[in-house]
């Protein structure tokens, strides 16, 4: 399988699974006007969407329908929606991503009178279009669309339809070096540029657990699961100080919340330490069959402040709650930050030393077996700088174009005298059929439908 046609299965599956409330999917039937043809394959595999959709009354004609070129989408996919149909002749006869596999993408709808829509599938509104440039300005400022700091540290993101939401520490109120928890987060954007934060979406009175001033919350990462249809949020979970013990981050444990929206107020499920192992800095990963595992630094015993070497991949149980098989993957040094990628069946895990605040080389992994490995058993500097430009990695954002995929490292630049000011550096991914690597950029764009970086 094609690397790009391997990310497009893998993103359509998680479209496939994400199963948006709404299911309008062809309701006003446009014809071929946004249809963004199959380049992300929508359908997926679930398909756990909405209804069947019996179609516009007022088609409006496409204008502009961008086509996709191999888009093969789900495997099951029930729905599917408007975008992808194979001719889409004004929405006469968009028929949808019915079988996930995306289509050729319509030409360039003429208009037409009575588009039969198509079925809903994966509950994305039809006919819209995502915006198709992100510029990403690392010079900043990294501010929200009320002018406000991005507060959205140690994050993730999640692609829901057409809208990325990221995820991260709030640490509007961690104006020295201490990074005790505030709250976590959400922000929404459709071109990866333009952040609206929607929700604080834990926050000190999420349950009465969290209201104390001793924790510590870093690191959030979201998937979503099908078969609950709840959103599964897993993070670090520490204290600044514990009885018995001397210094900060003296707890080392997982905690997950849950819930049915993405960017709604989630639910304290638990803390606790996965397989009984300490548990730090983390990230999650999560395979187009919905196997999800949780990696993260740590083992039995290595709770107290700076001993947590050796990372492991844990595999989460089919509600994504709790963990089931461990498998250690690194034993050699204290790796902080992990982020993944997944190319040609090759698994990828960026990750930092262990230096606090402060920065230092990333490097990674390479695995040509699966998230449990094997890792090969040697990190490659991800040059470059010596401290990857002062920042530190917290995931990987795969774009999924028509003509090529992006991957997309982001990270964070620690302000250690003033987290709260801390911020961003997001760059593209560069491999040369044997390494990857980096090349600093203050301002560079992506075309978010074909997947192409332009530097500027
Ligand atoms: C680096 C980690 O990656 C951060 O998440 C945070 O735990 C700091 N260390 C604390 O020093």
Redesign the pocket.
């Known amino acids: 399988m094609s690397a790009r046609r391997s990310h497009i299965v893998i993103l359509a599956f998680f479209l496939g699974v994400l199963g948006c409330s709404s299911g309008t999917g062809g309701a006003t039937g446009q014809g071929g006007a946004s249809s963004n043809g199959g380049t992300e394959g929508r359908g997926g595999a679930a398909g756990t969407g909405g209804v069947t959709v019996s179609g516009g009354a007022t088609v409006s004609g496409g204008a502009t329908v961008s086509g996709g070129a191999t888009g093969s989408g789900g495997v099951t996919a029930s729905g599917g929606r408007v975008s992808g149909g194979t001719t889409s002749p004004g929405g006469a006869t968009a028929a949808g991503g019915r079988t996930g596999s995306g289509g050729a993408g319509g030409a360039s709808g003429a208009g037409g009178t009575s588009g039969v829509g198509g079925a809903a599938g994966n509950g994305c509104p039809a006919g819209v279009a995502g915006a198709t440039t992100g510029t990403i300005n690392n010079t900043g400022p990294w501010n929200d669309t009320t002018g406000k700091h991005i507060q959205a540290h ?1 994050g993730g993101l999640i692609k829901v339809c057409d809208t990325w939401y990221w995820f991260g520490e709030d640490k509007t109120l961690n104006t020295n070096g201490t ?1 005790n928890f505030h709250a976590i987060s959400c922000y929404a954007s459709k071109d990866l540029a333009t952040w609206e934060h929607r929700n604080s979406v834990v926050t000190t009175s999420t349950d009465p657990v969290l209201n104390n001033v001793n924790l510590i919350i ?2 959030p990462k979201v998937i979503y699961n099908a078969s609950t249809k709840l959103y599964v949020m897993w993070a ?1 979970w520490d204290m600044e100080s514990c009885s018995g013990a001397s210094g900060g ?1 003296c707890d080392s444990e997982a905690v997950v919340f849950t819930s049915p929206t993405v960017d709604g107020n989630y639910t304290y499920v638990k803390h606790f330490l996965p397989g009984g192992n300490a548990s ?2 983390c990230n999650l990963w999560q395979e187009p069959d919905g196997t999800a595992y949780f990696i993260s630094t740590g083992a039995q015993g290595q709770t107290s402040s700076g001993t947590f070497s050796q990372t492991q991949v844990y595999q989460l149980s089919s509600d994504y709650l709790n963990v089931t098989n461990t498998t250690k993957i690194w034993a050699n040094d204290t790796r ?2 992990y982020a993944f990628w997944k190319v040609n069946g090759n698994y990828y895990g960026v990750s ?1 030393g ?1 230096t ?2 402060a920065p230092n080389q990333a490097a990674y992994l390479t695995s040509t077996g699966s998230i449990t490995g094997p890792w090969n058993n040697s990190f490659t500097g991800l040059g470059p700088n010596g401290s990857t430009w002062s920042s ?1 990695p917290t995931y990987v954002i795969p774009i999924v174009g028509s003509q090529t995929t992006t991957y997309i490292y982001a990270s964070d630049i620690w302000n250690s005298s003033n987290l709260s000011l801390s911020t961003y550096l997001w760059l593209p991914f560069t491999f040369d059929g044997t390494k990857w690597s980096l090349t600093n950029s203050a301002t560079w764009s992506i075309n978010l439908a074909t997947g192409v970086v332009t530097t500027n």
Request: glycine share 20%.
């Open positions: 140690g990074g870093e690191r670090h981050y730090r800095d902080e930050a930092s262990q606090g605040w530190q």
